[in-house]
């Protein structure tokens, strides 16, 4: 049985994971934590997951990948279920929840410097843009005609509205971290007021988005965002093919970043053709053509077209686990067997 959420929390910072439905996620976290100890061996991590990732874990003798692992609520399985409710699981002093796609480039002592000034905080930038909850296409036209981003910040008695990638989550208070859970659930609950479409009409998109109500609620709440580009202490960068070298192992990882906000939003476009086209044409202003290798603190595969190295490097990573893993049984069963073979000699 899984171990019950503790009654005070388990030490002054730590990382959580939390993983539910199809057991591969189970693969992304082991890949994704692999990652975080090879620059983090002093900050336990936390997997909350379903009672069948658990028993897979047990099964192929793989408990000790994580420090704590505890369960998951009930209709926490999703997306909002999940991330809507972070305040239920604050198990540590200072909280970092992650997501599960994402490869560790170096030393995160820096980032929880940054962190600990706020009481709760989501990595993000401080103004959204059009497309931020809205379609991406050229549909997006008429949002921006119609002045609909406008009229739902009017709808809600919002000034500004952040653009929050939940990838990153910090927490360290809770009746803050429960306001914002619990208003973010609100704004979910009037999304027929807002102009913000459903995630799950995006190609290979199930779920519906925590993100847009999140950024609504922390602009209601006067919560600010942690900066997500800061150029060399990004906290997460997008992996984009092309703009990220890296060897095989994610263990050396160099990404281009265009000074310009406006110059590096075209990463996300699909086609690499247009977006080193339009890259091109704009550098031709002075300043927008301005760029930096740089080490994020996490390389974020969260672009469905770019997410394949991620899926190739977990499974590689899930296989050296199970090795290992089976070959601790084996080094156990001989032990046993060598130690009744001297009693019985004895």
């Known amino acids: 049985m899984f171990r019950a959420l503790p009654r005070k929390t388990l030490a002054r910072e730590g990382y959580i994971f939390s993983i539910y439905g199809k057991l591969k996620y189970l693969k992304h976290a082991v890949a994704s934590a692999s990652t975080l100890r090879r620059h983090d061996n002093e900050r336990p991590v936390a997997l ?4 069948k990732h658990y028993d897979e874990l047990k099964e192929l003798n793989m408990l000790d990948v994580f420090d704590y692992i505890y369960p998951l609520g009930e209709n926490h399985n999703s997306i909002v279920g999940f991330k809507h409710n972070i305040h239920e699981y604050m198990l540590f002093d200072r909280n970092l929840y992650l997501d599960c796609d994402m490869v560790w480039c170096k030393d995160a002592n820096p980032l929880w410097a940054s962190l600990s000034a706020h009481p709760f905080t989501i990595t993000g930038n401080q103004s959204a843009d059009h497309f931020f909850g809205g379609p991406k296409s050229f549909a997006i036209v008429s ?3 119609l002045a609909r981003r406008q009229r739902t910040l009017n709808n809600f008695g919002l000034s500004y509205l952040s653009r929050v990638q939940s990838g990153m989550m910090y927490a360290q208070d809770y009746e803050t971290t429960k306001k914002v859970c619990k ?4 704004m979910l609950n009037r999304k027929e007021e807002t102009h913000f479409l459903s995630r799950t009409l995006e190609e290979g998109r199930t ?3 925590c993100e847009w109500s999140l950024a609504m609620a922390m602009s209601k ?5 942690h900066p997500w580009l800061q150029g060399h202490t990004s ?12 060897d095989s192992d994610f263990e050396y990882v160099s990404c281009t970043y265009y000074s310009n906000d406006f110059v590096y939003s075209f990463r996300g476009l699909k086609s690499s053709g247009i ?10 202003i002075p300043g927008y053509g301005d760029n930096m ?10 672009w469905y077209h770019q997410k394949q190295p991620f899926f190739a490097f977990s499974d590689k990573v899930w296989g050296q686990y199970k090795q290992k893993a089976a070959l601790q049984v084996d080094n156990n069963a001989m032990n046993t067997e060598k130690s009744s073979y001297s009693d019985s000699m004895a």
């Not at 906290?235 to 890296?246: K, M």
């Not at 977006?275 to 031709?284: P, T, V, W």
């Not at 290798?293 to 969260?302: Q, T």
């Open 207 to 209: 779920e519906e988005s």
């Open 183 to 186: 208003t973010a659930k609100e």
């Open 143 to 145: 949002d921006f005609l």
């Open 293 to 302: 290798k740089v080490v994020p603190y996490a390389l974020h595969f969260g």
């Open 235 to 246: 906290p997460q960068l997008d992996y984009i093919a092309d703009l990220t070298t890296h």
């Open 48 to 51: 909350i997951c379903e009672q």
């Open 275 to 284: 977006r080193n086209m339009l890259i091109r044409l704009f550098s031709i």
């Open 221 to 225: 709440l006067k919560i600010p965002v």
